[in-house]
Nanobody, 122 residues
Framework: QVHLVESGGGLVQAGGSLRLSCAASGRTFSSYVMGWFRQAPGKEREFVAV????????YYVDSVKGRFSISRDNAKNTVFLQMNSLKPEDTAVYYC???????????????WGQGTQVTVSS
């Protein structure tokens, strides 16, 4: 069982930056693939970024490549999403999630946090 809690969301102007954190419980955090997803109002939840258990492999949706960076600190059971050059279309609730295998598919993630709101004003 993995319990996930996101933080770091907020209101930021376009072009600004935010750093999201996701703190995980449990001693098996370092064995999980960790992903970030987001859901805008009226839209389906979508994949944003994923990182392997060691942190050596990452993958991003095209719309955030070059702007967002996913990382993790296994000693602190935490995964991060650094978001730079934010755009109004990045406005969404951001969720972290844990999976057993490298995947960008929502249904293959076993554990989810409650989400944190990111609002980007124009």
């Amino acid at each position: 069982q993995v319990h996930l809690v996101e933080s770091g969301g907020g209101l930021v102007q376009a072009g600004g930056s935010l750093r999201l954190s996701c703190a995980a419980s449990g001693r098996t955090f370092s064995s999980y693939v960790m992903g970030w997803f987001r859901q805008a109002p009226g839209k389906e939840r979508e994949f944003v970024a994923v990182i392997s258990p060691s942190g050596a492999w990452t993958y991003y949706v095209d719309s955030v490549k070059g702007r967002f960076s996913i990382s993790r600190d296994n000693a602190k059971n935490t995964v991060f999403l650094q978001m730079n050059s934010l755009k109004p279309e990045d406005t969404a609730v951001y969720y972290c999630a844990a999976a057993r295998a490298r995947t960008a598919t929502l249904d293959e993630y076993d554990y989810w946090g409650q989400g944190t709101q990111v609002t980007v004003s124009s």
